[in-house]
């Protein structure tokens, strides 16, 4: 049976600003993670209740590496621990990237950035990622590097490519056969019409508010084209059907 | 020592279930708890046909709890039936169907279907503030909730919790109005009506504007309102409203519920339920209850 | 830049000011914050007689906010005059006198007497839980509640706030009574009314059994009723529920409220009321919002 | 203007079961603290949002000593936080005990026993302490034993006289001019009876549940004698006008 644990931070460190990076006992569930699945970490102040789902950055063994942003005062919370401190947390969820042995474009976009990281040391074949930033605040960047080439965009221009992932596909040439994406909803919506153009398959991780994290209550729906199998309507859900679609399943 | 309860002629093992929609049919959280541990599984409403529910966000976090408006999304009545039910007859625990309508017809034609299911209760929910007609509208006004329970009393075969909504000014005058158009038992309270605004965007958190508000945050208001109920009717309650821990389920058998319901609490503790069950059993023996009907009501 | 708003002709320089019963008559709290910075202060309760008060236990903490049943202990109206006014006056603030009774002769008597005093408004209670008689019996019935505000409205010098209760099924209906019957301002929302009980000595916490809920917690629930009201009315609203920091306030103007009050947040941080006014100023400084009235009702 | 501070933690240890002793700096408000007061403290978490008062034990200088046992959420909270730590604090609180050059008695019964400490400590005259212990757990006894003689009761006999703080009164033969006591309800019931039928001058120390904590919501009054100047009815202020009360005053 699956379980909530308690899980033990083992480091926590800031990796740019309002960017934690830290590492996490995941236990023996942690051995079947897949690149693309997320999981949920609890809070211990009792005025927040619901679970934060955040990807899976990387994971060796039953440590999970979980890169994310302070959006507010949950991650805040967790940013503030540090090695030794448990926190209940339940995963891996969702389903993960397919893993495809084809020319893999890999798309990061902010805080979509990190779970494109797995990814990439996973993924059989050729691959290029192209990193979208806001600024020269380049968190993990010359990781990926270390498997495969890397374009670079930042919003300011500070570094890269001025202006967002599709501008550094386009200026840098980038190709591949397969597109894998992560990030802002207006950027998955540009890059799922830009597969589209190319006739590329496409997989993008999609983000909603979410509650129960495993697929039973409903909140984090996205819509979907054909009528779902489990919800009898055109809705999916994105903890438990994805965060990962193939970009013609989803309507974004 | 027993944690056995009966209601309306259904004897559930222990007096814990999980409350609608926090919990779909068992399947997902199946993975996380042993469903053979729980008093009964309240299913997700399901309605004549299937709904889309509400645009997303669907959900947001307050201090103690969360709003939703999910908007009763599911499957229709026929996919219940053919997947849901058979699923959750492999569990030794009692089924109950939460039944949602947008119309009187609505809600009859899901009743008269499960009319030959093997399920034991039927929960109708008059009080879900997330759906633009049905839904609430048949809760906050005593005479239409007599009447809503009554036409469902004629066609049902399972004996018939009415859910009621904490969004009214004397809940102990639609616990009486219920148990007047032949309500069996009661359910209180389904979520109360909130908002919450993004001051950065301006605009509404939820899609739907506003939300139903659940989680620890409501318990204080639920406690009363059940104990309130529980003066004005005869008919066993299901207490809800924050329950997390044994001791919530307590204070609300205490106030008059014979039974409780887990709601929020499963999204913070996959377990919760099985929780409760266990520190109920811990607290009859630390002050040695045989059975637990004697802590119903018992405070007054 | 300017945060000054305009409540029925009395222009406050802020509209911040503190809920009533959570802040007495600013002495105590004076040793804390500088009066002299608060758009107005909101007085606790006053009746035409001293009121003792319920026993006690009179609060009790819950999830993210408190129960109280004080019972509107007050002193009447004869110290209050003698010693609250002139304390209040030493201060460039507004003064809000909250009136309560258990008559319609009782709150009279007290509007009456106030009519030459140096006071800036009045705000009426008729939505107090905790008190056996008068209090909510006014306040969750419309024809009441149209009754009580036209007869205050006959004898008020000065201009008339109506305090709205939550626990009722449709407050914008709530809202149009008092506004029919002549309010000026509504204010909103009172408590809810809760209760906890200790499950170890099987008995309520409170000595009144049930209490009046505040605090974060329930702000969700006074942010909608708010908008509700202020999509049913013309008149000025003043939101207060479970308001602590300046972005809580922000919501609540948005919402329709064009003023706010700090109520059970004075008892998290006694300058409380100070640091939402210095974070609406920040708010408006960032969004380059020169009027604070562009603010009001923006949410719709 | 007085304020609530960010009160850091010096020091914090276990004392007996479910008893902590805590040190924390108090500012320079603290040089004012007189035997009898207390300070709020205000947790963390965002579920607990009402102080929690705890009667001071000790001051020196600047720094609080306070000596509280886990009666809550709140308190398990506070007791688990170590030096260096900060918490919202206000105080001292209260009117504290009165100084008289009298002989003394001064009763302690169980968490009441803390505050007598520093009392004990500051009063002029011939003092003898009286404290009553529900078993062998009986913290703090010695740290008064270096200010005068100490009569100790337990419950359950293992120490002391077995019984409550009058019976080791009364089987010790303890006198005095005047008694301060702090304690249970019972207790302090108990003592002003004693007090009255020897015709002793007695201060009681009261709680109630407390909101504000410095006399502004009424929700910690206690019954009294005479119609209180600032409520106008039957009722004083625990926390303002007390919570120390000459026992005549209060109705307990």
């Known amino acids: 049976m ?20 830290m590492r ?145 596909i386009r ?4 190709e591949g056969e397969v597109i894998y994406a992560c990030g802002p909803t207006p950027m998955l ?11 590329l398959l496409c997989y993008l991780s999609l983000e909603e508010r979410m ?34 679609f193939e970009a013609r399943e989803v309507e974004l | 020592m027993h944690t056995r309860v009966n209601l309306a002629g259904v004897e559930l093992k222990n007096p814990v279930m999980t409350a609608s929609g926090t919990f779909g049919s068992g399947a997902e959280y199946g993975e996380y708890v042993d469903l053979n541990r729980l008093g009964a599984v309240v299913t997700k409403g399901v309605a004549n046909v299937p709904w889309e529910g509400n645009p997303t966000p669907r959900v947001a976090e307050v201090t103690g709890g969360m709003l939703n408006a999910i908007g009763l999304q599911n499957p229709g009545i026929d996919v219940f039936c053919r997947r849901d039910i058979p699923f959750l007859r492999q569990f030794d625990t009692k ?47 005593p005479r239409a909730v007599e009447h809503i ?21 004397d809940i102990g005058e639609m616990a009486r109005a219920a148990e007047a158009g032949g309500a069996d038992i009661l359910s209180l309270i389904n979520t109360l009506t909130g908002m919450k605004i993004d001051i950065h965007r301006r605009a509404f958190v939820l899609a739907n504007k506003t939300g139903g508000m659940s989680g620890p945050a409501i318990k204080p208001i639920a406690l009363r309102m059940v104990y309130q109920a529980a003066q004005a009717v005869r008919i066993p309650i299901i207490g809800m409203g924050g329950i997390v821990t044994a001791e919530d389920a307590i204070e609300f ?26 520190g109920i059993e811990a607290y009859m023996e630390k002050y040695g209850v045989e059975d637990i009907g004697e802590l119903v009501g018992a405070v007054r």
Chains 1, 4 share one sequence.
């Open chain 1, 171 to 174: 200026e840098q040439g980038v």
């Open chain 2, 253 to 278: 058998i205490l106030a008059g519920a014979s039974a409780v319901s887990i709601g929020t609490a499963n999204f913070m503790y996959p377990d919760a339920a099985v929780r409760v069950i266990e």
């Open chain 1, 2 to 21: 699956k379980r909530q644990i308690e899980a033990e931070i083992l480091s926590q460190r800031r990796l740019a600003p309002e960017i934690y990076d």
């Open chain 1, 24 to 168: 996490i006992e995941g236990g023996e569930a942690a051995k079947d993670a897949r690149p693309g699945q997320f999981v949920t970490l609890y809070c211990e102040d009792g005025a927040r209740i619901l679970p934060r789902p955040i990807s899976i950055c990387e994971r060796e063994g039953t440590r999970f590496r979980l890169v994310y942003r302070i959006a507010g005062a949950g991650t805040r919370e967790f940013a503030s621990y540090g090695a030794g401190k448990k926190l209940r947390m339940m995963g891996p969820l969702g389903n993960g990237f397919p893993l495809l042995n084809k020319r893999a474009i890999l798309i990061g976009g902010g805080i979509g950035i990190p779970p494109m990281l797995e990814l990439m040391k996973e993924l059989p074949g050729e691959k290029t990622a192209v990193l979208g930033y806001r600024d020269r605040e380049l968190f993990l960047r010359d990781e990926f590097a270390a498997y495969g080439p890397v374009a670079t965009a930042t919003e300011d221009g500070s570094a890269g490519v001025r202006g967002n992932v599709l501008d550094a």
């Open chain 2, 95 to 141: 089924i109950i169907v939460n039944v949602c309508g947008k119309t009187e017809s609505d809600y009859l034609e899901v009743v008269e279907r499960l009319a030959d299911e093997p399920v034991d209760l039927l929960e109708i929910n008059i009080s879900c503030p997330n759906v633009k007609e049905g839904g609430i509208a048949f809760g906050q006004d």
């Open chain 1, 211 to 244: 509650a129960c994290g495993i697929g039973a209550c409903l909140a984090c729906v996205c819509r979907s084209k054909e009528t779902d199998e489990h919800t009898g309507v055109h809705n999916k859900r994105v903890c438990k059907d994805g965060p990962v």
């Open chain 2, 149 to 169: 329970t009554a036409l469902v009393k004629k066609k049902a075969r399972q004996p018939v919790i009415m859910k009621l909504s904490p969004n009214v000014t």
């Open chain 1, 189 to 199: 919506r540009a890059v799922k019409e830009y597969a589209l153009e190319k006739g």
